[in-house]
């Protein structure tokens, strides 16, 4: 075989290549024309082929059960590969808008070391601050909240730094996913906990709520605030009193 043999050959896998990603991404198609497109991209199965399979994450066909069958298409196949489909999912997921999927498909398909370490690379690009549309953050968030791959410890490390996000969805649900870990490393999150109780730019009552809710189940002792404490309780908490340097809830 001659090397302009080889280049053509090339050249029309290539070809095959991006009309495949194109229909793929193509919501107005029929369904069946995705079907075709994906089992070639499938059969390619570069990464980059697979990177294409990987982006019918990204929208909902106006069919809704067709939709949700695609995607599971998708999620069957990736997963039948193992970690060979990491990278292709990885990169997808680096700028995916919904990561729902992308991050199921890793769960699945990743050790938990290989899995946190793609984790901590999503929240590098997520970091705490202002952004413009925080919905990356808050799907992360909900996701390590559900995520048994960690240990309370690095869950913590993880997300106490949102806790003063810009958004106050992001901080809220940073004090939710706290709450669903069973035990707290206190030396790693009572101080944050307590900076986000405390902090007078904070005016989302919920977050403070919150945040209180998540100290009173750890049952620390907030001897180092106590007097702040006291009196944030008394002017926004009125649910929550002291008790042994402990926030406690009032009883009904």
Same mark, same amino acid.
């Given at each position: 075989?001659?090397?302009?043999?080889?280049?053509?050959?090339?050249?029309?896998?290539? +070809?095959?290549?991006?009309? @495949?990603?194109?229909?793929?991404?193509?919501?107005?198609?029929?369904?069946?024309?995705?079907?075709?497109?994906?089992?070639?991209?499938?059969?390619?199965?570069?990464?980059?082929?697979? =990177?294409?399979?990987?982006?019918?994450? +990204?929208? @909902?066909?106006?069919?809704?059960?067709?939709?949700?069958?695609? $995607?599971?298409?998708?999620?069957?196949?990736?997963? +039948? !590969?193992?970690?060979?489909?990491?990278? %292709?999912?990885?990169?997808?997921?680096?700028?995916?808008? &919904?990561?729902?999927?992308? !991050?199921?498909?890793?769960? $699945?398909?990743?050790?938990?070391?290989?899995?946190?370490?793609?984790?901590?690379?999503?929240?590098?690009?997520?970091?705490?601050?202002?952004?413009? #549309?925080?919905?990356? $953050?808050?799907?992360?968030? &909900?996701?390590?909240?559900?995520?048994?791959?960690?240990?309370?410890?690095?869950?913590?490390?993880?997300?106490?730094?949102? =806790?003063?996000?810009? #958004?106050?969805?992001?901080?809220?649900?940073?004090?939710?996913?706290?709450?669903?870990?069973?035990?707290?490393?206190?030396?790693?999150?009572?101080?944050?906990?307590?900076?986000? !109780?405390?902090?007078?730019?904070?005016? +989302?009552?919920?977050?403070?709520?919150?945040?209180?809710?998540?100290?009173?189940?750890?049952?620390?002792?907030?001897?180092?605030?106590?007097?702040?404490?006291?009196? =944030?309780?008394?002017?926004?908490? %009125?649910?929550?009193?002291?008790?042994? #340097?402990? !926030?406690?809830?009032? $009883?009904?």
């Amino acid at each position: 075989m001659g090397f302009m043999d080889i280049f053509s050959r090339e050249a029309r896998k290539q +070809s095959a290549l991006e009309r @495949n990603t194109k229909k793929v991404v193509h919501r107005h198609l029929q369904s069946a024309d995705r079907y075709a497109a994906m089992e070639q991209l499938r059969a390619d199965g570069s990464e980059a082929a697979l =990177l294409a399979v990987a982006r019918r994450f +990204s929208f @909902n066909y106006d069919k809704t059960i067709e939709d949700e069958q695609e $995607k599971n298409w998708v999620f069957d196949v990736l997963t +039948s !590969l193992g970690e060979r489909a990491i990278p %292709p999912v990885r990169r997808y997921a680096l700028d995916a808008v &919904s990561l729902a999927w992308p !991050l199921r498909v890793l769960e $699945k398909i990743a050790e938990p070391a290989r899995m946190a370490e793609l984790v901590d690379e999503l929240l590098a690009r997520e970091e705490p601050g202002y952004t413009r #549309d925080p919905a990356r $953050k808050l799907q992360i968030l &909900s996701w390590l909240a559900d995520w048994n791959g960690s240990s309370p410890s690095e869950l913590a490390r993880r997300v106490l730094p949102y =806790l003063g996000d810009f #958004d106050e969805g992001v901080r809220f649900l940073a004090a939710d996913t706290l709450a669903h870990s069973t035990t707290r490393d206190e030396s790693i999150a009572l101080a944050p906990l307590l900076d986000a !109780l405390l902090r007078p730019e904070e005016e +989302s009552r919920r977050v403070k709520l919150r945040v209180a809710e998540v100290l009173a189940e750890a049952g620390w002792r907030v001897t180092a605030r106590l007097t702040e404490v006291g009196a =944030l309780l008394a002017s926004t908490l %009125p649910e929550f009193t002291l008790s042994d #340097d402990r !926030l406690v809830r009032r $009883k009904a």
